[in-house]
């Protein structure tokens, strides 16, 4: 089986700093990946490069197709999206105009999807003339999680999605992943919440400055002492 994503030797440099060096790695079609490492590591740099916000080395190929002429946007066409780090959603504009900016892809009928994203986040209904800005925290990690399901994505690639968030919030956004995940929908997942990553997740890997270190199914991992010691706590 060929996977969704494949990522070859992608690099990503800041001017002198190489932030991800020679990383290569697949997620096949309906797996929840997860992607760990310390701060710095180089997790939100190979999303970015990934969903085209950033140029990156090496080669990224989305349902076998390389994607180094695709840009951002035709990507999120294609079926990417991206949930980034700090969630960036439109602070001066509405929550409807926020998800509806998030299916500006498509030009067929959005009604029904925003039904669906409502009835995901009754909040976000209650609030649905609100402006972005003045959210909760939590709130807004639901806009934005809204926002990318509005384009319908085959792969979903979400930043650290749990962070800031109340030990509540971060359950019912993972309990609402293992329904993603349930669905059929591909799920690459960067969180420093390992344990409840590694509960999600099929498979893992492990990212240290730049570089993959360690890589296997999510129980391989739970039981690895490097893994436990390093991300796990104990
Ligand atoms: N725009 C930038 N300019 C210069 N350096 C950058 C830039 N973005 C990231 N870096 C550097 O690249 C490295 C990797 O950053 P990245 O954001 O990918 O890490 P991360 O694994 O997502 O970390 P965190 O867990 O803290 O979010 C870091 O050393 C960071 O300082
Ligand atoms: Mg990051």
Redesign the pocket.
């Known amino acids: 089986m060929k996977p969704l994503l494949e990522v070859r030797d992608m690099t990503v440099s ?2 002198m ?1 190489a ?1 991800v060096r020679s990383v290569s790695f697949e997620v096949y079609s309906g797996e929840t990946v997860v992607l760990l ?1 310390a ?7 190979i999303l970015r490069a990934v969903s085209g916000l950033i140029p990156g080395g090496g080669t990224v190929r989305f349902e076998g197709e390389d994607l180094a002429a695709i840009p951002a946007h035709e990507r999120v066409a294609r079926g990417i999206a991206h949930v980034p ?1 700090g969630r960036h959603i439109f602070g001066n504009l509405s929550v409807k105009e926020n998800l509806l900016l998030g299916a500006w892809v498509r030009r067929s009928s959005l009604a029904g999807d925003l039904d669906r994203v409502l009835a995901l986040f009754p909040r976000l209904k209650e609030r649905y003339s609100q402006s972005g800005g003045t959210l909760s925290g939590g709130e807004q990690q639901m806009l934005a999680v809204g926002r990318a399901l509005m384009s319908r994505p085959r792969l979903l690639l979400l930043d ?1 999605p749990s962070m800031g968030l109340s030990p509540k919030l971060v359950e019912s956004i993972f309990s609402m992943l293992a329904d993603f995940h349930e669905s059929g929908m591909t799920l690459l997942v ?1 969180e ?1 919440n390992a344990a409840m990553a590694l509960t999600l997740a099929s498979r893992a890997y492990v990212l240290e400055a730049g570089e993959m270190k360690l890589s296997g199914t999510a129980a391989e991992l739970q039981d690895n002492p490097l893994v436990r010691s390093a991300y796990l706590g104990e």
């Open positions: 800041y001017g700093i932030a490492g701060n710095g590591a180089g997790k939100s740099s780090e650290e960067v420093q």
